[in-house]
Nanobody, 122 residues
């Protein structure tokens, strides 16, 4: 089992920045790929970014390229999502997830956090 706890969400103005953290506990955290997803009210959960177990490979959704950066520190059992140039359409609950493969599909991930709210005001 892997337990995931997100933090760092909040209210920010358009153009601002936030850094989300996802602290992991449990077995073999370092062996998992990690992903960030988000879900806005009335919308389906969508992929944001993912990182391989070593951190060597990352990729993100087109909508966040050049603005969001995913990283991880396996010594701290933590994955991060640095979000810059935030837009109102980035408003959503953000979830981190752990899975065996570096994928953009939510069903590929086995463990999920409870989510953290990000609200971007216009």
């Amino acid at each position: 089992q892997v337990q995931l706890v997100e933090s760092g969400g909040g209210l920010v103005q358009t153009g601002g920045s936030l850094r989300l953290s996802c602290a992991a506990s449990g077995r073999s955290y370092g062996a998992f790929a990690m992903g960030w997803f988000r879900q806005a009210p009335g919308k389906e959960r969508e992929f944001v970014a993912a990182i391989s177990w070593s951190g060597a490979n990352t990729y993100g959704a087109y909508s966040v390229k050049g603005r969001f950066t995913i990283s991880r520190d396996n010594a701290k059992n933590t994955v991060y999502l640095q979000m810059n140039s935030l837009k109102p359409e980035d408003t959503a609950v953000y979830y981190c997830a752990a899975g065996e493969r570096l994928m953009s599909v939510a069903t590929s991930y086995d463990y999920w956090g409870q989510g953290t709210q990000v609200t971007v005001s216009s």
